[in-house]
């Protein structure tokens, strides 16, 4: 039987168990083709990219566009975990010294396409139907922006997103005003899955990971924004919104901050 992903299908109340059943049964291969890669640090967790792979691996797009590769840890566990799929990786800052290091690491990878410019006038150009995109640089209010402008092109079939820590305000977004979305924090996955590229031991079948392991485990998040008949160009006036309004508090903050402990005055 064919199970067609969440991106293509179903409304998000499926998605959870459609991600945790997807998990059980692809995650031997997730570690299979994963296995030598050298995590980074300022890279996507291990789980995360379990996470990715769970939710497309039954029906892999054609191609994936990545936003934000610095040192191509998530561009080397796409390119393993879809060897069928194209990836186009942009990263902004062709000056950075990870250039170098990602470009080492992905040398070899026949199916990795690197380019350099601004994800968010890249990806709009670039996309294609059906494609599918990960967001990891720019951040917070900006990726939102992005992903809800790509969505609303209604070529993009899903759209992942990074760093959407709880509280943060694309994080707090998406929790109102997209349900259809949804995180790799969610407990039900981390206690299955957390352990993938951790150094936990693997739970038995039918056990979990102890709850002050999954908050432990609990260090990023990556976000899941299934394409649906969303009004997306009224949301994205509202992300604009928000963010303005956020700029204007900061900015209010910084200029009416009090005098602070050696008696310097604030902005007044
Ligand atoms: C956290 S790093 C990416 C890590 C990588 N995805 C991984 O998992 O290994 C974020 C990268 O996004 C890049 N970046 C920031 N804004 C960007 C933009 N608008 N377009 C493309 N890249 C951007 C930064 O230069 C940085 O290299």
Redesign the pocket.
């Known amino acids: 039987m064919l199970i067609r992903s969440p991106a293509v299908k179903s409304r998000a109340a499926h998605g959870l168990p459609f991600l945790l059943g997807s998990a059980a049964t692809h995650v031997d291969t997730y570690v299979e083709r994963t296995a030598g890669t050298t995590h ?1 640090l ?3 967790r291990p789980s995360e990219g379990l996470f990715i792979f769970a939710l497309l691996a039954t029906d892999p797009p054609r191609r994936i566009l ?10 080397e566990i796409l390119a393993r975990c879809f060897p069928a799929t194209r990836i186009i990786s ?4 062709r000056n ?1 010294p ?1 250039v170098e290091i990602a470009a080492r690491r992905l040398e070899g990878n026949r199916n990795v396409e690197c380019k350099f ?4 006038v ?1 990806l709009p150009r670039l996309i294609e139907q059906g494609d599918v995109v ?1 967001i ?4 917070d209010f ?1 990726a939102l922006k992005l992903a809800l402008r790509l969505l609303r092109t209604g070529r993009v079939r899903a759209a992942f997103m ?1 760093d959407v820590i709880p509280g943060s305000h694309a994080r707090r977004f998406l929790e109102k005003r997209v349900p259809s979305a949804f995180f790799s924090d969610a407990p039900e996955f981390l206690s299955s899955y957390g352990f993938v590229g951790s150094d936990e031991p693997r739970p038995a079948p039918g056990q979990t990971l102890p709850a002050t392991v999954v908050d432990r485990l609990r260090e990023g998040a990556m976000g899941f924004i299934p394409r649906e008949p969303l009004p997306y160009g009224r949301l994205l006036v509202e992300v604009t919104f928000r963010q303005w309004k956020e700029r204007l508090r900061d900015t209010a903050r910084k200029w009416f901050k009090p005098a602070n402990k050696s008696g310097n005055p604030g902005r007044i």
Request: glycine share 22%; no cysteine.
């Open positions: 980074d300022k890279g996507i990545e936003s934000g590769r610095g040192r191509g840890y998530s561009t942009i990263e902004r800052d950075s990870d410019g601004d994800g968010r890249e990960l990891d640089g720019p951040k900006r990074h």
